[in-house]
């Protein structure tokens, strides 16, 4: 069972690590329901989503997970 204060370390060590990654991505529109990240985009170009994340991949993910949402 985790405690509150292993919670709020782990949130603290995020916090404290958070760094912003670039995600390209090519898409038509953006998808339906709640705009998450920061989008720079130029017609027939991907598109660039700034994410805050730990790491590369976990950005990729979130991006990939926002991408499949279903609204």
């Known amino acids: 069972m985790t405690t509150a204060k292993e919670l709020t370390d782990q949130l603290i060590y995020r916090a ?5 990654f670039v995600v390209e991505r090519e898409f038509t529109g953006i998808p339906a329901g709640i705009v998450r ?3 720079q985009h130029t017609v ?4 660039r989503i700034f ?3 730990l ?5 990729e993910q979130m991006v990939t ?3 499949e949402e279903e609204v």
Do not use: M
């Open 16 to 20: 404290k690590n958070l760094q912003e």
């Open 37 to 39: 990240f920061s989008i």
């Open 44 to 47: 027939g170009e991907k598109a």
């Open 51 to 53: 994410v805050p994340a």
């Open 55 to 59: 790491t590369q991949e976990e950005a």
């Open 65 to 67: 997970e926002w991408f």
